[in-house]
């Protein structure tokens, strides 16, 4: 696990979380949910955020189980909103925050890295890069939005991510 400080706040990075088996079951299964079940008011194209519920194959428990055991190492956490995330040119998303005290974001398809996740406090910004088959562990309340590739990139290849907020198991 990588992780480093910044503004008084720790981040963390954990690369290859899954084997290719897995990455391809669960690209399936995103890009399903996110173009066949786009919510209207939530953004372009954002799954439900029910994901750890809905799904029960081996590749989706690898994930969360990855997921949680990587978040409680840092502090014991309980999972309660996993949505994914297909980025192509015609998405839009903004800037940011969670009413949670962790959120993490799977890159599952991520064309460079560079294309990860931006992060702003008092005026201060950051982008922490985003590599295909890593985990990012944040402070959910820290204003956040996603990296967009160029239009002709996404135009190609879509970025697909997952994210998941946990809350403290007090």
């Not at 840092?74 to 839009?92: F, H, V």
Request: contains cysteine.
């Amino acid at each position: 696990m990588i992780n480093f400080k910044w503004e008084n706040h720790n981040f963390y990075t954990i690369k290859d979380l899954l084997d290719e088996r897995d990455v391809i079951q669960i690209k399936k299964d995103v890009v399903r949910e996110c173009l066949d079940n786009y919510i209207e008011g939530y953004p372009k194209f954002q799954s439900y955020p029910d994901l750890h519920t809905k799904y029960k194959t081996t590749s989706w428990k690898n994930l969360i189980s990855k997921v949680t055991e990587n978040v409680n190492k840092i502090k014991q956490c309980k999972l309660i909103k996993c949505w994914a995330n297909y980025i192509n040119d015609k998405s839009d998303y903004a800037l940011h925050e969670h009413p949670t005290d962790f959120s993490c974001v799977y890159y599952l398809n991520n064309v460079a890295p560079q294309y990860g996740t931006y992060f702003i406090k008092d005026g201060k910004e950051i982008i922490i890069l985003g590599y295909t088959n890593s985990l990012q562990i944040f402070d959910s309340k820290l204003r956040h939005e996603l990296v967009f590739p160029p239009k002709e990139v996404l135009s190609k290849t879509p970025r697909l991510s997952i994210a998941f907020d946990f809350k403290l198991d007090l």
